[in-house]
């Protein structure tokens, strides 16, 4: 801040000339100028415990987003499982924000005002999920690796590229994916 202090935020929204920094115990309102710059941090909470489910904390918000968009509630899941580990308030090394860790020109493209909200960041990162499964002509793995490395890396190697985080990302799903069906495929039998 132009003052000199420094406060950690969780999230904050632009409106006009103010901005609205969301604190712990929560939101604070300050003057857009008064603001010099946000920093967002590479660190993140410790994984939940094994036993806690996150996915169904967030279950009704993926159901929402699957229905209006057309995309599986199962993959979409899984992108927010390997995205942020349902950590609503992750914030990458690469400034991605929320649960799908959106980047801001994505956020902004998809009309997503607070990115640290699970229900916009969910819808916001569904709908650009869609869009990449029809410019890939339903191709999951391009998908995916458009998802992670952007599209003009998939377009620019006419595939996944060949970045390890990026073929060990669509792996780690399309296998998740899989193994889901299969089990799924048994418990009907």
Do not use: C, W
Request: aromatic share 6%.
């Amino acid at each position: 801040m132009r003052s000199g202090g420094r406060l950690h935020v969780t999230g904050y929204e632009v409106d006009g000339d103010r901005v609205k920094l969301s604190i712990a115990g929560g939101v604070a309102e300050i003057a857009a100028s008064d603001l010099i710059s946000v920093e967002p941090e590479d660190v993140f909470p410790a994984p939940p415990a094994a036993n806690v489910d996150f996915g169904l904390r967030y279950a009704k918000l993926i159901h929402a987003a699957a229905e209006k968009h057309g995309v599986d509630e199962k993959l979409i899941t899984q992108v927010i499982a390997a995205e942020s580990n349902f950590d609503a308030k992750a914030v990458s090394r690469k400034r991605a924000l929320g649960l799908m860790q959106l980047l801001p020109q994505t956020a902004l493209r998809y009309a997503v005002k607070n990115v640290f909200d699970p229900g916009q960041n969910i819808d916001g990162g569904t709908h650009y999920l869609k869009d990449l499964l029809a410019r890939y002509r339903g191709n999951l793995r391009l998908a995916l690796a458009a998802y992670n490395a952007g599209p003009e890396m998939v377009d620019r190697y006419g595939g996944v590229p060949p970045f390890p985080e990026t073929q060990n990302y669509v792996r780690e799903i399309t296998s998740k994916l899989a193994a889901a069906t299969v089990a799924t495929a048994i418990s009907i039998r």
